[in-house]
């Protein structure tokens, strides 16, 4: 089993930053991508950023040049970098790993609140 574990969520004002991570343990093997979901309330689950163990990685458009997702494949961890949040960034962000073509693993989750 793979258990991945999120941090470094909280509240922020609007434009400040956040550094979301998450390290992944347990029978950890053939990793295609970690990434990190975002759910807020009433809305569905969308993945927010993808890391692949082959190096791309991509966010999605309305995080680009805000959001920067890295990922350390030796350490299986996976950050998230937010910079010039807003309140709609608000959210539970969930850190996924992906070995099949499905997003097999999540983690619990980490509140991030965006303040006026």
């Known amino acids: 089993q793979v258990h991945l574990k999120e941090s470094g969520g909280g509240l922020v004002q609007a434009g400040g930053s956040l550094r979301l991570s998450c390290v992944a343990s347990?029978?950890?093997?053939?990793?295609?991508?970690m990434g990190w979901y975002r759910q807020a309330p009433g809305k569905p689950r969308e993945l927010v950023a993808v890391?692949?163990?082959?190096?791309?990685?991509s966010v999605v458009d309305s995080v680009k040049g805000r959001f920067t997702i890295s990922r350390d494949n030796a350490k299986n961890m996976v950050y998230l970098q937010m910079n010039s949040l807003k309140r709609e960034d608000t959210a539970v962000y969930y850190c996924?790993?992906?070995?099949?073509?499905?997003?097999?693993?999540w983690g619990q989750g980490t509140q991030v609140t965006v303040s006026s």
């Open positions: 347990g029978r950890i093997f053939d990793v295609n991508a």
């Open positions: 890391a692949t163990t082959g190096g791309f990685t």
């Open positions: 996924a790993l992906r070995i099949g073509p499905e997003w097999d693993y």
